[in-house]
């Protein structure tokens, strides 16, 4: 794989624990994260599964 780089500051992405809050809900993903400005790389298939997954089910609640 290629490295991955920051768009915004350039330096090379790092995986990463990320937790993400949503409504109240915490989950977490091991994904490439900025180690300068902490911008986090989603994967479409990450934010078209689970993530949307996990939204939908929220939401309906």
């Given at each position: 794989?290629?490295?991955?780089?920051?768009?915004?500051?350039?330096?090379?992405?790092?995986?990463?624990?990320?937790v993400f809050d949503y409504m109240g809900r915490t989950f977490s993903e091991?994904?490439?994260?900025?180690?300068?400005?902490?911008?986090?790389?989603?994967?479409?298939?990450?934010?078209?599964?689970?993530?949307?997954?996990?939204?939908?089910?929220?939401?309906?609640?």
């Amino acid at each position: 794989m290629d490295e991955w780089k920051c768009r915004k500051c350039g330096e090379a992405l790092v995986k990463k624990k990320t937790v993400f809050d949503y409504m109240g809900r915490t989950f977490s993903e091991e994904l490439y994260k900025c180690p300068k400005c902490g911008l986090v790389l989603i994967p479409p298939d990450l934010a078209k599964g689970r993530m949307a997954e996990v939204e939908e089910m929220l939401e309906d609640k």
